[in-house]
């Protein structure tokens, strides 16, 4: 286990959810402080996990090892340029602001520091994430293995060798459990719509979501295997295929994704002026 302070600027959804984890690991809670504008919000934080709390950024920085940047992308400007007459003795700074580079942190921050940027999930709410993470050239193996670390605490952690394939991290686990959900409640309004109440559609979607994603973790066959295996000839399984492959469901899919990584793109470049 980590022995490093931990600075969290902003203390919302995801910084709670990295904490919670962390805590739950045996962290020590002493060696966290975590940031914000309101001290009604942050006392609701220690309440929970017992961390240290100050609406003062620049104290919490200067005593840390560590600082996960975790405020709204749209505030880390004001946010990392306030920092940077904080951060001299050269933390490992973690950024999990979607669509912020590490050229713009490091620009804001004003130094070559060494800038581990995440991009987390929503299932890390539930220690369920998937995170792809990117170090830039200052960060060391030490660095690299403390980073991975504190976000193992809410899920995987994959590690990506080129900063723009962090877009595709978005489109894939970023933002891909709004496509489960999406697909769920569509099969939960057909399940209706053949007869079944949507309490009991419901009961039967999720279950097999998290059937088949354990299935397919815990198995050694890929997942076009595991599909061909439940697919029978001339089965009822294969006429459900035959019919997504007709409308294109890989298309679709595809298309997809690529308007999401394109869209990270775009806000990069637009808030990391
Ligand atoms: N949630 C996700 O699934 C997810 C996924 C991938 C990436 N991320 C990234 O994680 C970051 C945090 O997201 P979130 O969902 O945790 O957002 P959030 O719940 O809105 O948390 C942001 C926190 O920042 C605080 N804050 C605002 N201004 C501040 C300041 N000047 N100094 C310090 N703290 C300040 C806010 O405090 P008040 O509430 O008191 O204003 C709030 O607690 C974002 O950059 C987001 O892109 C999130």
Request: aromatic share 4%.
């Amino acid at each position: 286990m980590l022995n490093k302070t931990l600075a969290f600027i902003g203390a919302g959804n995801m910084a709670k959810a990295i904490i919670g984890g962390l805590i739950a690991q045996g962290y020590d809670p002493k060696k966290i402080t975590a940031t914000g504008p309101r001290m009604e919000n942050l006392q609701k934080v220690a309440d929970e996990f017992a961390v240290n709390i100050t609406t003062d950024n620049l104290d919490a920085v200067r005593n840390a090892d560590v600082v996960i940047l975790s405020v709204k992308p749209q505030m880390l400007k004001q946010v990392a340029s306030e920092l940077s007459s904080a951060v001299a003795h050269r933390p490992l700074m973690i950024s999990l602001a979607a669509g912020i580079t590490t050229e713009s942190l490091q620009r804001w921050l004003g130094g070559e520091l060494s800038i581990v940027r995440a991009m987390p999930n929503t299932p890390s709410q539930v220690l369920q994430g998937a995170a792809g993470l990117f170090a830039n050239v200052y960060v060391s193996s030490q660095q690299k293995n403390i980073a991975y670390e504190i976000l193992s605490a809410i899920g995987m952690v994959i590690w990506v060798e080129r900063e723009e394939l962090i877009n595709t991290v978005t489109a894939v686990s970023g933002s891909g459990p709004a496509y489960y959900f999406l697909f769920m409640e569509a099969m939960i309004d057909a399940g209706v719509a053949q007869g079944l109440s949507r309490e009991t559609a419901r009961a039967l979607t999720l279950q097999t979501a998290l059937g088949a994603a354990t299935l397919a973790s815990q198995s050694d066959l890929d997942v076009a295997e595991l599909r061909q295996r439940v697919t029978s000839p001339k089965g009822t399984t294969e006429q459900a295929i035959l019919s997504f492959e007709k409308d294109q469901l890989r298309v679709i899919v595809k298309d997809a994704m690529k308007a999401c990584a394109n869209r990270a793109e775009e806000l990069s470049q637009l808030l990391g002026q």
